[in-house]
């Protein structure tokens, strides 16, 4: 079974401090995937990589950045985390081609900032 | 500019009735569409997908339809349960098979 795992379920912040979210898939997928997840809003892109040390930003990069130095590991940095980042946080990954086109996702991470 | 759109924010169903929940797209050049089920506080799961050379998938009670010409596809859930309540999205992978596009999710509550 493919296995995306993030790092914290619930986590709590401070208004400025720095987050780290971290993100281990098990399946050697080439694609991994930041998204937020708010009510009304759906999913939207923050960040994909389709290779170490590669990161193409998504439809809302501001304010976050991400590192991918091994294949199997995506982390999402909040540099400092304002009260409007309060959601929930999904990572995902993909082949590029074959299979059923599936993104697997992790249980995600929900991020209250005070 | 929203490339998959679901416009029904939200749907009530009976048990045992069918569930039909629809998704738009606008662009051609995606090769897969999914749907996927997500329950409050956890990650979306993938349910069904299809891709864009069949007009028709079939996994159990659930069926997707893709209507090309319409850029129109449709999820069938027969019966309903009430387990199947949650929120359903669907999205699309482009050709390049490193972006997918999501709609903005449709609430589905099925009652007892």
């Known amino acids: 079974d493919v296995k995306v795992t993030q790092s914290s379920r619930y986590l709590v912040k401070r208004t400025g401090e720095k987050v780290f979210l971290e993100c281990v898939q098990d399946?050697?997928?080439?694609?991994m995937f930041w998204y937020r997840q708010d009510p009304g809003l759906g999913l939207r892109l923050i960040y994909f990589?389709?290779?170490?040390?590669?990161?193409e930003k998504g439809d809302i990069p501001e304010g976050y950045s991400v590192s991918r130095e091994k294949k199997e590991r995506f982390s999402l940095i909040l540099e400092s985390a304002s009260t409007n980042q309060t959601s929930m946080y999904l990572c995902?990954?993909?082949?590029?081609?074959?299979?059923?086109?599936?993104?697997?996702f992790g249980e995600g991470s929900r991020l209250t900032v005070l | 500019d929203q490339q998959v759109k679901q416009n029904s924010p939200s749907l009530s169903v009976q048990e045992g009735r069918i569930s039909i929940l629809n998704c738009d797209y606008t662009?051609?050049?995606?090769?897969?569409f999914l749907w996927y089920k997500k329950y409050p506080a956890e990650g979306p799961t993938f349910l069904i997908s299809?891709?864009?050379?069949?007009d028709k998938n079939e996994d159990g009670r659930f069926t997707v339809f893709l209507n090309k010409s319409a850029k129109h596809l449709s999820l069938h859930i027969v019966p309903s349960q009430p387990g199947d309540s949650a929120v359903y999205f669907c999205?699309?992978?482009?050709?390049?098979?490193?972006?997918?596009?999501f709609g903005t999710g449709t609430s589905l509550t099925v009652i007892p």
């Open positions: 399946m050697d997928h080439e694609n």
């Open positions: 995902a990954s993909s082949w590029t081609s074959g299979g059923t086109g599936e993104l697997f």
């Open positions: 990589s389709y290779d170490v040390k590669m990161k």
């Open positions: 999205a699309a992978r482009s050709v390049t098979g490193n972006q997918f596009y």
């Open positions: 662009n051609s050049m995606f090769d897969y």
């Open positions: 299809i891709s864009s050379i069949k």
